[in-house]
């Protein structure tokens, strides 16, 4: 039984995979960095020697890299052995609009959006097929609502959510045993601010504890999970505040990350 996790040599992804590893499966980790899935395959055999852990590296943010490793992930694991894949790799770009350079943002649809739907797409067919798995895709609190001066990420992740939403009724009303879910975790202790140029004040979730809910909610077939106490108070919030006060809100606060 392996998990497929992408985005996994760092923050979230490796948190995943290392509670995946707990719950007893087998995994296939990707990312762009072989030398750090290197060292999280050897940390996790020796955590875990019974599981088997498949390293594939792939830059997701290319479309031919994700057929890759659909094709090398199956051919290695097995098409039928593989039950719960997270797709987790994502990035950022912060700044106004205009300002902002367009071949990141590309990059950033290409990885945020492109990769997701593409993964989604051929894994569950197989899970639709073989009639179980586990899809999680990770979104953000950012997919509830728009993010001036960080607009091309905010509409990535309202993207990842909103799929994810659609394809989880689809599956609900043709009765499938398929579990897909939407992990929507507000600021988190990760790297992820630092390489999308912001700086984040006030406390942050433990990336460990945004993996664990993420994953138990996943395999318990619930449609969105927002870790923590707080953000699904601010999302519940950002809501009733209407579109048009919500965004003039969270410009307020998201000019303040200028990582400067």
């Known amino acids: 039984m392996y998990a497929l996790v992408t985005g996994a040599s760092a923050g979230i992804g490796k948190e995943i995979a290392k509670y995946l590893a707990l719950l007893g499966y087998d995994l296939i980790l990707t990312a762009r960095s072989e030398d750090k899935l290197e060292k999280l395959r050897k940390s996790l055999e020796k955590c875990f020697p019974d599981r088997n852990v498949l390293v594939i590296p792939a830059d997701l943010s290319k479309r031919e890299e994700c057929f890759r490793l659909y094709q090398e992930a199956c051919a290695r694991a097995g098409k039928d052995n593989i039950d719960f894949v997270a797709n987790n790799a994502g990035m950022g770009v912060y700044g106004l609009f205009l300002e902002t350079d367009l071949d990141k943002e590309l990059d950033l649809i290409d990885l945020n959006v492109t990769a997701v739907h593409i993964l989604s797409k051929l894994f569950l067919r197989d899970m639709a097929e073989k009639g179980r798995g586990v899809l999680m895709n990770v979104g953000s609190c950012a997919g509830f609502m728009s993010g001036p001066t960080f607009s091309s990420y905010y509409a990535s992740k309202n993207y990842v959510v909103r799929l994810t939403e659609a394809i989880h009724e689809e599956l609900r009303r043709a009765k499938s045993p398929v579990k897909v879910s939407c992990l929507c975790p ?35 077939g619930r449609m969105i999970v927002i870790p923590g106490k707080k953000m699904p108070a601010v999302v519940k919030a950002s809501s009733l505040m209407g579109e048009h006060l919500s965004t003039r809100v969270n410009y307020l606060l998201q000019v303040k990350k200028a990582g400067k």
């Open 186 to 220: 507000g600021p988190t202790d990760t790297a992820f601010n630092k390489n999308s140029g912001v700086t984040v004040s006030g406390k942050q979730i433990g990336v460990a504890q945004v993996a664990r809910e993420g994953v138990d909610g996943a395999l318990k």
